[in-house]
């Protein structure tokens, strides 16, 4: 059986490939969240400023716009016991969540598949986490980064994206 330290070493690996996979894009734009209750908030893009993220690739090439339209969110659908770990709240990268919220709310029925939504919410915290929005930079948190992106990824992610 490896030892505790060749474990932590891989999965030291594991994560930092993870990350350096991810490319970095930019948030801009503005919007307004107006809470009409139970957790959930309508989002408004400014009509002045529209927010949007710019996806690009690892040269740092534009490659896409994302630019949500009005919808139902509820931020990050974070469990409520895992809200307790720092960086896990529904607002905490929110950005990022608004616009995988847009993606996913398309669906299967979108021009996205279920995995390229999720690697955008993906490089979307990254990009938070390095570059930021306005005047919020999460602290970086590499792990936070790979937890989001399993937990969206997994059996829950893949019924609700059916639904």
Do not use: C
């Amino acid at each position: 059986m490896p030892s505790l330290q060749h474990r932590k070493r891989v999965k030291k690996r594991l994560l930092n490939k993870f990350i350096s996979n991810l490319a970095m894009g930019r948030f801009d734009g503005l919007y307004s969240l107006q809470d009409i209750g139970s957790g959930r908030f309508k989002y408004t893009p400014d009509p002045n400023n529209p927010f949007h993220y710019i996806r690009n690739n690892r040269k740092g090439q534009q490659i896409e716009r994302i630019q949500p339209g009005e919808m139902e969110t509820d931020g990050g659908s974070i469990p409520k016991f895992a809200q307790i770990f720092k960086g896990l709240s529904p607002w905490e990268y929110g950005p990022a969540y608004l616009i995988h919220d847009w993606e996913f709310g398309i669906g299967p029925n979108g021009t996205k598949s279920f995995e390229a939504s999720n690697l955008t919410l993906a490089e979307g915290i990254w990009t938070l986490m390095n570059r930021g929005y306005l005047n919020d930079k999460p602290e970086i948190n590499k792990e936070n980064v790979r937890t989001v992106y399993w937990a969206v990824s997994g059996l829950g992610g893949r019924l609700a994206w059916k639904i």
